[in-house]
């Protein structure tokens, strides 16, 4: 078991105090500790009203712009992730056999665990995870049918469809692999339309796109006009030498170009380069990674349908927190029982819920993961009445009428009711969190 020092204390205190009985308040919450006497709510426990919204948890919240962690911490994060769990890997440096192809994916597939398509279900047992396209491969043996390939990538191996991905040689597998500059979908979903196949591929939040760069032609004009002013001229109409000047340059400057693959005829990878337009769904670089952006960034998949192993080209809820820690650059495994199990920061927990919600609010901060081995959620702090709330893939609920398929992502308390009728976060095994 793992905790932060700096909060340890505090949290042993909270957990004393509501074990003898004494009421304490944290997250700016009354002095009492009515909301967890509330136990359990009747119905969806889907909240969405105005606490619905991105903008009332980042507002209350403006140190939450502050920088957690710096390009330098998130190297060190992820090689520390890596080396906790196989099941996440540094695909450049990774040893590989003679008989290893290097492939590319090209757009959105399935990975398998089994060298067959989905079944057209929901819930299909052998999906296992979605694959974005630019995705490096390392590509292993094949379907007998030779319709599939064994593929490893950066969080995952299974079966992947040949028609999904590109062969290539190494060299320009390194360059999806371990991109010197890359852009980042930000988006819930984003279309990369490929220009030389003319059509619109499927990125979901976290993709990575290699950037290379380009030197944009001169404008003849702007050249022109350079060349017609005389020095003289030039220090006498300083302003128009300014302008022309800056013209000039901005045409001068690299143009950043987006590395666009395509599976050829016979399943040989294409590339080829497309000017990258950046805005608030395609990021250059990682997002910084501070605490509101962990929620504006969950709330862009807020509403979107449940995706199990990313069919329905949806999220799951392993894949709603990974892809949004991959927006900042975080890289944590795919599945939810392995998250709550390696992030460097975490409680196993015990006790009611009383006490599980108090040591949550009093030593977890936003962004936390709270798991079990089926589940996990992410938990965006506490309402205006201290209610510790959170963000998930939901695929269903339960009340006294038995189950319901929700299959959405949601805002939701902490206390609506599980399986056997219980407070959900009586049944949450780990608190982990990235500090």
């Not at 999906?127 to 043996?141: G, H, I, N, R, S």
Request: hydrophobic content about 40%; overall charge negative.
């Amino acid at each position: 078991m793992t905790v932060r020092l700096k909060n340890i204390g505090a949290a042993i205190a909270v957990t004393f105090a509501l074990t003898v009985g004494i009421a304490g308040g944290f997250c700016d919450a009354p002095q009492h500790i009515s909301f967890v006497a509330r136990t359990v709510e009747a119905a969806s426990p889907e909240v969405t009203d105005e606490r619905a919204e991105s903008a009332y948890w980042t507002e209350q919240n403006p140190d939450g712009e502050r920088v957690l962690f710096t390009s330098d911490d998130i190297a060190a994060f992820n090689a520390a992730m890596r080396a906790e769990t196989e099941t996440l890997k540094d695909l450049a440096n990774e040893s590989v056999t003679p008989d290893v192809r290097y492939g590319v994916a090209t757009r959105r597939g399935n990975l398998r665990t089994v060298p067959e398509p989905p079944d057209g279900s929901h819930y299909d047992e052998q999906q296992a995870t979605a694959v974005d396209p630019c995705e490096a491969l390392l590509v292993y043996e094949d379907s007998d049918d030779g319709k599939f390939s064994h593929v490893v990538m950066r969080n995952y191996e299974g079966w992947l469809s040949k028609r999904e991905f590109g062969l290539t040689d190494r060299a320009t597998w390194m360059q999806f692999a371990a991109p010197k500059d890359f852009a980042v979908v930000t988006a819930n979903q984003w279309w990369l339309h490929d220009d030389a196949m003319n059509q619109d591929v499927l990125c979901q939040m976290g993709a990575k796109i290699p950037i290379v760069y380009a030197r944009s032609g001169d404008r003849p004009e702007a050249a022109g006009n350079m060349r017609r002013i005389g020095t003289t001229q030039l220090v006498e109409r300083g302003a128009h030498r300014q302008n022309v000047r800056e013209q000039y340059l901005e045409q001068r400057k690299r143009v950043a170009m987006l590395l666009v693959p395509s599976r050829a005829k016979g399943g040989a990878l294409a590339v080829h380069e497309q000017p990258a337009v950046f805005d608030d769904d395609l990021h250059h670089g990682f997002l910084p990674c501070t605490e509101n952006n962990f929620v504006r960034q969950g709330f862009r998949f807020f509403g979107d349908i449940y995706g199990w192993g990313g069919l329905d080209d949806s999220v799951d809820c392993s894949a709603f927190t990974s892809d949004v820690y991959r927006s900042m650059g975080l890289e944590i495994p795919r599945d939810a029982d392995v998250q709550g199990e390696v992030l460097p920061y975490r409680i196993r927990l015990h006790g009611r819920a009383a006490t599980r919600l108090a040591l949550l609010k009093a030593a977890f901060p936003i962004g936390t993961l709270l798991t079990n081995d089926t589940h996990v959620m992410m938990y965006i702090g506490c309402d205006a009445d201290g209610t510790p709330m959170a963000l998930q893939a939901m695929s269903s609920y339960f009340d006294d009428d038995g189950k319901h398929y929700l299959r959405r992502v949601v805002l939701t308390t902490l206390t609506y009711p599980n399986a056997k009728g219980k407070p959900y976060i009586d049944g949450v095994k780990y608190l982990s969190a990235i500090r």
